[in-house]
């Protein structure tokens, strides 16, 4: 059973650019989340995604936009890349997005951005 | 609003116990997480309790948590070396929303 997939793994940048990353829930799962983890820091909500909407949004700059489709797979693009963007942007996934239980998120690897 | 605190660094010796601390301002939440992070991966759920536990083992971990002080504790026991990782506290956001805050991580590191 797959986990959580993201690509790409590594990608730089440079300022003002833009940048596109992807991610496949676990098998079952419907709500995809997106975090930045800056270097040495615990990871931030950026938003979340259920029923191809966004939920929740955390305190991110409109710069960070995102998308799920159909099949529950999402993506996170953010526009005008600043040096500050730099970090592990890991994506979660859940069934529903409402916490139930001991339903925990299952967290990807983590595409890792750098901008130059 | 939300915050969790977390000790930076923790370094012990290979066969000791580890105790890893949190303190967080919310006490609204049903269950408290502790992720573990390994070099160059995400994050790996550990062990998790339940808001109304003061206490869960689960094999070489043990949560405490003491809600009076808002205080969450990890004791892993026996540590070895495959340990060494960087251990991070985590708890939903109010308002019932699966989305977590976490603290900033406690880098472990095991020596022989």
């Known amino acids: 059973d797959a986990g959580v997939t993201q690509s790409p793994t590594h990608l730089i940048k440079t300022r003002g650019q833009q940048v596109t990353l992807r991610c496949s829930p676990k098998s079952g799962h419907d709500t995809v989340s997106w975090y930045q983890q800056a270097l040495g820091q615990g990871p931030q909500f950026i938003f979340q995604?259920?029923?191809?909407?966004?939920?929740q949004r955390g305190n991110f700059p409109d710069r960070f936009s995102g998308h799920q489709f159909p099949n529950y797979s999402s993506e996170l693009n953010v526009n005008a890349l600043l040096l500050g963007d730099s970090a592990l942007y890991l994506c979660a996934s859940s069934l529903g997005a409402f916490e139930a239980g001991a339903n925990v998120l299952t967290f990807g690897a983590g595409s890792r951005l750098t901008v130059l | 609003g939300e915050d969790v605190e977390q000790s930076l660094f923790l370094s012990v010796r290979e066969g000791d116990s580890s105790v890893i601390n949190c303190t967080y301002t919310d006490s609204s939440s049903t269950y408290l997480y502790w992720y573990k992070q390994e070099p160059g991966a995400g994050l790996q759920l550990l062990t998790y309790?339940?808001?109304?536990?003061d206490m869960k083992q689960d094999q070489r971990l043990t949560v405490l948590l003491n809600k009076k002080d808002k205080h969450l504790s990890l004791r892993i026991a026996d540590t070895q070396t495959g340990d060494s990782a960087i251990y991070f506290c985590a708890f939903p956001f109010s308002g019932g929303y699966n989305k977590l805050i976490f603290g900033a991580g406690t880098r472990l590191a095991v020596h022989p």
């Open positions: 309790i339940f808001s109304n536990m």
């Open positions: 995604y259920y029923e191809e909407e966004e939920r």
